[in-house]
């Protein structure tokens, strides 16, 4: 199998979380930049990466990275590119997605043009034709430049990795799978005789990446992927390494997952989400305010994404409401750890006690801290 460098994006504070999964999955030279983390790998673990990453964005092949300061410069880089070793005769390869920041070429439509004309220049030279039809698979390109240096992209996975395929019905605010997943990974709660509770679970996106996590479900194994269609990943590695990731579900160990919310109609759709990603029968469901919260287990873990920034806007209420979850937790719940986001900058003073760590994350692109209060062992 050919050896290629691989990329799994991801959101900004996640790059740890994507390289501890890329290491676990036995990826090689793992190195981890600002918003992505390369990989050596083949096509098996192009397959790999876009089956069981949890956290990552998207997976792709690093086609080139140079320095380009003319738009002359950039048609001969592109155009040495073997592109002809990945997209076929009959390849479709638009120029998907370009940002610009700090470069001396900064016209994105003239950036995708030139892009475009040097690829197809040289499809045309390597297969002989004067014609590429593009009627065939797709391989998005992403042009990705910073400083006057050119990241060039194919995009394996289509549509982003969030899209798990169990979340049709969504509620305001929602949180990306992605995300919610990370937020588990970094709690360490695995399932075992450990519970775990989110008490303001919205439509259940935090409690169903926990119990996915917990079984051992490989987050992409029932969507499609771009890549699927690649001429260069034999079909029977996609079914082979499916069956393989469906080998590993273990659904032996015990898993004890609460989840609540207000909204009586929010915690329908969380119900039917979980039947939809085959879960439901580890997360226990209900519609109640956390005020009526009463302890389920000596030890455990809360997980929560509640209210703030544009979702509540109101800097008393927010303190209201943090200023109750630390009465409440510490009271109830005593000897449990807690894991709570939010962009509220006053956070602690206003829950009662400080974290024992607290990690800054982007949820929705709005700056938030991951509060982690550590329980009993």
Wanted: net charge negative.
């Amino acid at each position: 199998m050919k050896k290629y460098t691989l990329i799994a994006s991801a959101t900004m504070g996640l790059e740890s979380v994507v390289k501890d999964e890329c290491k676990e999955l036995g990826f090689e030279n793992v190195t981890t930049f600002n918003g992505r983390v390369e990989f050596d790998g083949n096509e098996e673990d192009i397959v790999k990466a876009n089956l069981h990453l949890r956290c990552a964005d998207r997976v792709f092949v690093k086609m080139g990275e140079f320095k380009a300061l003319t738009f002359d410069n950039l048609f001969e880089n592109i155009k040495r590119i073997p592109w002809e070793n990945i997209i076929t005769v009959d390849g479709e390869f638009p120029i998907s997605w370009v940002s610009s920041v700090k470069c001396k070429l900064f016209s994105k439509s003239d950036i995708q043009r030139i892009v475009k004309k040097a690829i197809v220049e040289r499809l045309r030279m390597a297969y002989q034709t004067d014609e590429l039809v593009e009627t065939g698979a797709q391989y998005r390109v992403k042009i990705q430049a910073h400083n006057d240096i050119f990241l060039i992209m194919l995009d394996t996975s289509g549509e982003g990795l969030h899209k798990r395929g169990y979340r049709n019905l969504i509620n305001e605010a929602p949180m990306k799978e992605t995300m919610a997943a990370a937020l588990v990974l970094l709690s360490r709660w695995k399932g075992g005789d450990r519970a775990m509770l989110d008490p303001m679970c919205g439509t259940g996106t935090i409690a169903i990446e926990a119990a996915m996590i917990a079984r051992n479900v490989a987050p992409g194994v029932n969507r499609n992927f771009a890549s699927e269609k690649w001429s260069i990943i034999p079909e029977n590695l996609w079914v082979d390494l499916r069956d393989e990731a469906f080998s590993k579900e273990d659904y032996d160990k015990e898993v004890k997952i609460y989840a609540s919310d207000l909204d009586e109609g929010t915690i329908e759709i969380a119900r039917l989400n979980a039947i939809r990603a085959g879960v439901d029968e580890e997360i226990e469901f209900k519609c109640m305010n956390f005020l009526e919260l009463e302890n389920m287990a000596e030890k455990g873990c809360l997980i929560t994404n509640p209210p703030y920034g544009d979702r509540l806007l109101d800097d008393d209420a927010v303190e209201r409401l943090y200023g109750l979850m630390g009465d409440i937790f510490m009271m109830r719940f005593p000897k449990w750890s807690y894991y709570i986001i939010t962009s509220y900058e006053n956070f602690e003073k206003s829950f009662g006690k400080k974290a024992t760590k607290n990690r800054k994350l982007y949820n929705g692109g709005i700056k938030c801290h991951y509060y982690q209060y550590y329980g009993a062992r």
